[in-house]
């Protein structure tokens, strides 16, 4: 029998593009900033980390059903400024659009 990793137990960061003026801010700076835009998808579970952890952030909110990606797309668009994702998913995602890896900051 075979039991795949669950998603919940992934590991997730916050990315956020490379020339944003919170690249080099740590993730706890990034908690008290109340003019931080975080790209979630409502109910999904970064939905829960954000509501948690980044009180003062203002959401930016993605239907439940957007295409996978959207998150990562509206950081790169500066729609949003950080967006939190599975490291897998984000290195696949940037792959397949031919998007050079640097341009986005894990923290």
Do not use: C
Request: proline share 3%; no cysteine; charged share 30%.
């Amino acid at each position: 029998m075979f039991f795949s990793k669950s998603l919940a137990s992934s590991n997730i960061y916050g990315y956020v593009h490379e020339d944003s003026q919170y690249a080099d801010l740590s993730l706890e700076d990034l908690k008290n900033n109340t003019k931080i835009r975080i790209a979630v998808k409502e109910n999904d579970t970064h939905h829960d980390i954000v509501q948690k952890y980044f009180s003062y952030a203002r959401i930016v909110r993605l239907p439940q059903l957007a295409p996978v990606g959207t998150e990562i797309e509206y950081v790169l668009d500066n729609r949003a400024d950080i967006a939190f994702w599975e490291d897998k998913l984000v290195d696949k995602y940037l792959v397949d659009r031919d998007i050079a890896p640097d341009i986005l900051i894990q923290k």
